[in-house]
């Protein structure tokens, strides 16, 4: 419940913000937490793959960063594709 009761009342920008706390004190786990409740509010802030993708390298979770970047690299032809029609 609390994890549903801090992403009602925070935003992505302060989910992020204590991610790299997390980030920095090697909290990867908490890293992880933070950074996907960041990106489920914002999908488009690159900023957040890297660091993401960051905190699942030091928890050894190869999977996560492949299917995490591959995520990126699909929004980006997405975005490509709005902005030409």
Request: charged letters at 35%; a positive charge; one cysteine or more.
């Amino acid at each position: 419940m609390k994890d549903r009761a801090d992403s009602c009342a925070k935003t992505d920008r302060e989910f992020y913000k204590e991610g790299l706390v997390a980030l920095s004190n090697n909290d990867y786990d908490e890293a992880i937490r933070l950074f996907n409740t960041a990106f489920k509010q914002s999908p488009g802030k690159w900023i957040v793959y890297e660091k993401l993708g960051k905190a699942y390298f030091f928890r050894w979770r190869h999977n996560e960063i492949m299917n995490l970047f591959k995520s990126l690299i699909d929004n980006i032809e997405i975005h490509d594709e709005k902005q030409k029609n």
